[in-house]
Every structure is written in structure tokens, then in C-alpha cells.
């Protein structure tokens, strides 16, 4: 992988709809360098990230491999994701459905702290492009308007069709107090009655514990995306 600050290695294949699905999970995920999408026999489907292509692929066929025979041990054969970590870098492998798998490449020390949520999110992204059953997973991903004391008032889905469409206010319930230091959560409910948790992680990412959805059309109006400022 290149240094930061380099100019970026020009691909080598077609960008798919995935690379940005994984290129959205790098921006996510604290200390990311690059991730790729993998078939059965280790092929790279796409991938997005910083560094020579050439090497993407061979880490991620080899990390293919790796998960094939952890989860080939008798006591390890429900095993769905793994991490490594290396002297140059970090790595996370996650099994997919029909036999692919997301393998991401993370900075030397970055830590796995911010794979979690965003992880979810990325597989139920790959899921509605592949056409694969959605993943149960609680997360998704949302971007949130705050006012002057860092307060959600409004929030939208931050992919699908109503990522670019209006967003809906939120009516603050309260305030967790057990988040993580580096976690803001509160519970805030829609004005369509559903009531949803909602986090922002130390990264600036908001994610909620349940499908945004519900909202009357009637009673949203426009947000901008998330900037450093209103986050």
C-alpha cells in the first residue's frame, strides 16, 4: 500500500456500483486504506482504496483463503468474520453470501474500534446490489442536521433513494448516559410514532438501530449533508 499523500494508482478495471459501496466504507471506518469484494476462488469482483491495485488483489485472495480454513477447523466452521493484525497493517475479513467476501485493509494501529456499525452498513449495501438476502443486522447508516449544541434535529437515510431527497425531524426522548466516550446516543422518535436510537460515532458517522422509514412527506424539509461544521 502507498503512503498517504501520494497521488492514488489508477485502476485498472471498470468502477462498479460496488466500489463505491466500499469506497463509502473506507470514508466509515477509522484508519482504512482500502477493501475489496472477492468471489469464491478469490477473484476480486471491485475494490476501492489507496495503493496498487495488483496488491489489493493478492491480499485479498490471500485473506479469501484464510477464511476458508478457519471456518474448514471443526470448532471454527460457523466463523462469518476474522481480523489479522500484521507489523504494516490490519486486516478484516468478512464471509458473504454465494461464497464472496469483504476484505478490508486498515492502517498499521488503526485498531477494529470503527468496523462495527459501518461494516453493517456496507454488507446491507453489497446485499441490495447482489441481490442477496438482507443481512440481520441492526444498524443504519443516516445523515443528521444538529443545532448550535451539537443536538440532532433531522436526519435522512444516507444511501438509497431518499439519500438525496428531503429529511425528517426528530423529537429528542432522551439521552443516553452509557454510551462509549467516544459515542454520543440518544432515543428520538419520528413523527410517524417510531422510535429509533440514534449514535454518532467519534468519526462523525450517525447510524439509528432501525429502518428510516415511516416519514410523512408532509412534515420534512431540506438538510444539507453533513459538514464539519454541523457535525
Same mark, same amino acid.
Given at each position: 500500500m502507498r503512503p498517504r499523500g501520494r497521488k492514488p494508482t489508477p485502476r485498472d478495471q471498470h468502477e462498479s456500483a460496488f466500489a463505491s459501496i466500499l469506497a463509502d466504507?473506507?470514508?466509515?471506518?477509522?484508519?482504512?486504506k482500502a477493501a475489496a469484494l472477492v468471489d469464491r476462488d478469490g477473484e476480486t469482483v471491485d475494490y476501492s482504496g489507496r495503493g496498487s491495485p495488483y496488491e489489493m488483489r493478492v491480499a485479498a485472495a490471500h485473506f479469501r483463503i484464510v477464511l476458508d480454513e478457519t471456518r474448514g477447523q471443526p470448532s471454527l466452521g460457523g466463523a462469518r468474520?476474522?481480523?489479522?493484525?500484521?507489523? /504494516?497493517? !490490519?486486516?478484516?475479513?468478512?464471509?458473504l453470501?454465494?461464497?464472496?467476501?469483504? %476484505?478490508?485493509?486498515? $492502517?498499521?494501529?488503526a485498531g477494529f474500534r470503527g468496523l462495527g456499525r459501518a461494516l453493517q452498513v456496507c454488507i446491507r449495501s453489497l446485499a441490495e446490489e447482489a441481490g442477496w438476502p438482507a443481512p440481520p443486522s441492526p444498524w443504519?447508516?443516516?445523515?443528521?442536521?444538529?443545532?448550535?449544541?451539537g443536538v440532532p434535529q433531522a436526519a435522512r437515510p444516507s444511501r438509497g433513494p431518499s439519500a438525496a431527497g428531503q429529511a425528517a425531524p426528530l423529537e429528542i426522548i432522551g439521552r443516553y448516559r452509557a454510551a462509549p466516550e467516544h459515542e454520543r446516543a440518544w432515543r428520538v422518535r419520528l413523527l410517524?410514532?417510531?422510535?429509533?436510537?440514534?449514535? /454518532?460515532? !467519534?468519526?462523525?458517522?450517525?447510524?439509528?438501530?432501525?429502518?428510516?422509514?415511516? %416519514?410523512?412527506?408532509? $412534515?420534512?424539509?431540506p438538510v444539507p449533508r453533513p459538514t464539519k461544521k454541523n457535525l
Open positions: 466504507l473506507l470514508v466509515r471506518v477509522p484508519g482504512g468474520s476474522l481480523v489479522a493484525r500484521a507489523s /504494516r497493517a !490490519s486486516f478484516a475479513v468478512h464471509a453470501p454465494d461464497g464472496y467476501a469483504l %476484505v478490508v485493509c486498515l $492502517a498499521r494501529g443504519y447508516g443516516v445523515e443528521v442536521l444538529v443545532d448550535e449544541r410517524s410514532g417510531v422510535e429509533l436510537t440514534l449514535v /454518532r460515532e !467519534s468519526s462523525g458517522f450517525w447510524y439509528v438501530d432501525e429502518p428510516f422509514s415511516g %416519514v410523512r412527506p408532509a $412534515a420534512i424539509r
